[in-house]
């Protein structure tokens, strides 16, 4: 498969026509590394431990909650460590995090032209938090999260899931994710896998920007309009 870093320039030809687009959370939606780093090592923090390495920094971007608790700390702490997820003062981290730059209007355009949207995220109940903050839950659905189902990603049951309530097929979508969990979660589902600011990845597109993003669909589907002689 021809992977192309997607730029200015462009040709709209290198965009298949699609009926859906299925976003990771973390690293796509939202900007969370830094809030991720400041959550999980006060954890490290908390039971007098030295912070995170940068492994284990890039471990806890891509995995679920309780397998980042349980990589990152002893095994005997384990019980303490999910008791302290209570502790108010952890909310603080949601601070840190930023929407990505121009996914605002990217979704804007989608919903105009009635591409649906959906969610397959390894995140528990904080995303309809970190969405109501940027104001964008209403763009979604469904939101799969790490509890919505019995197996999380990179197992493909998320994406199946979601195809299943649009009644879509897979290559009727693609699936815009960061990290090897989704590049791999769409290989298995199959569906076409965009790379947002992941170069290392396999995907069909590399996406830098959702400015260049958004201006790419929107030649393709000038494209097909004049094709098809409509006005």
Known sequence: MESIHISPVTPASVVKEIKGVIFDCDGVLINSFESNKWYYNKFKEKFELELMTADEEKFVHAHTHAES???????????????FCSDPSLKE??????????????????????ISMGINTNRTDTLPMILQKFDIESFFSPMVTSTTLPNTKPHPEGVHYILAKWKMKPDEVVYIGDTWVDESCAERAGVEFWAYRSPLLNARLHVDSYWT???????????????????
Not at 222 to 228: E, G, L, Q
Request: glycine share 6%; charged share 25%.
């Open 93 to 114: 981290g949601i601070n840190y995090i930023q929407v990505e730059e121009g996914l605002t209007r990217l979704l804007e355009w989608l919903r105009t032209h009635n």
């Open 69 to 83: 608790l349980k990589h990152i700390l002893p095994e005997e702490l384990h019980e303490q460590a999910f008791e």
């Open 213 to 231: 993003l958004c201006n790419l669909l929107e030649k393709a589907r000038n494209d097909v309009w004049s094709a098809c002689g409509c006005d």
